[in-house]
């Protein structure tokens, strides 16, 4: 099992940057796949950018692929999302979510593990 807590969220300017953290614990964070998912105010939650156990193992969200940079430090239990050049449609709540195994998944109900969420705000 896992617990998850977000930190690094605020507001902040568009154009501006912003890099999220998940801190995790368990002594198997490296066994986990790891993803960010956000949700704005009235939408569904939606995927973001997702990592397998290897850094070299990404994928994004159109919206956000060139903007956005998830990585992992297993040494450390924690995922990161470098977010750049922001826009106002990034607003959202940004939730971390784990999965057993390897293998990252876009589909948030694959996830078994979330963490409270840390909101983003970039006004225009």
């Known amino acids: 099992q896992v617990q998850l807590v977000e930190s690094g969220g605020g507001l902040v300017q568009a154009g501006g940057s912003l890099r999220l953290s998940c801190a995790a614990s368990g002594r198997t964070f490296s066994s986990y796949a790891l993803g960010w998912f956000r949700q704005a105010p009235g939408k569904e939650r939606e995927f973001v950018a997702a990592?397998?156990?290897?850094?070299?193992?990404?994928t994004y969200a159109d919206s956000v692929k060139g903007r956005f940079t998830i990585s992992r430090d297993n040494a450390k239990n924690t995922l990161y999302l470098q977010m750049n050049s922001l826009k106002p449609e990034d607003t959202a709540v940004y939730y971390c979510?784990?999965?057993?195994?390897?293998?990252?998944?876009?589909?948030?109900?694959?996830?078994?593990?979330w963490g409270q969420g840390t909101r983003v705000t970039v006004s225009s």
């Open positions: 979510a784990a999965r057993s195994g390897s293998y990252y998944s876009t589909l948030a109900a694959l996830y078994g593990y």
């Open positions: 990592i397998g156990w290897s850094d070299t193992i990404q």
